[in-house]
């Protein structure tokens, strides 16, 4: 069975990156800025010879082909990851998030608040139009 065939989106590659998560989030605690996140994450990425860009604009097609939005990670050309570093995530996060994925037409992106007590990424799957 293919990984688009599944009914969770990219099932193994989004496992590996919630692992990635959580050993940046056992390494540094809840308390960091996001900056400090995304430098951990990196170097996991990186370790892991995944294949990712950090802080990638996003085309916007509505608003004259402009990059407005840049998300903190793409992966494998298929997941965005928005990391977080505040004390709740937002409506407006996941409005946030549907924009990016609407603008690179991707299935799968995961916000991810490293300031909760227990790590729990959230899996936003595109909302199509």
Not at 60 to 70: E, L, Q, S
Not at 75 to 87: E, H, Q, R, S, T
């Given at each position: ?29 809840k308390h960091c800025r996001e900056q400090q ?18 802080e990638k604009p996003l085309l916007i097609p ?56 227990y790590l729990k990424p959230i899996r936003v ?5």
């Amino acid at each position: 069975m293919e990984e688009s065939d599944e009914k969770i989106v990219y099932r193994q590659l989004s496992y590996k990156i919630t692992g990635l998560l959580f050993k940046v989030h056992r390494e540094l605690g809840k308390h960091c800025r996001e900056q400090q996140y995304g430098d951990a994450l990196e170097k996991l990425l990186t370790l892991q010879k995944m294949n990712f860009e950090r802080e990638k604009p996003l085309l916007i097609p509505a608003i004259d082909r402009i990059n407005t939005n840049v998300v903190d990670f793409t992966v494998d050309g298929k997941i965005l990851i928005d990391l977080k570093a505040k004390p709740f995530v937002t409506k407006d996060d996941y409005y946030q998030m549907n924009r990016y994925l609407d603008a690179c037409g991707y299935r799968l992106g995961l916000i991810v608040n490293f300031h909760n007590m227990y790590l729990k990424p959230i899996r936003v799957l595109h909302q199509r139009s």
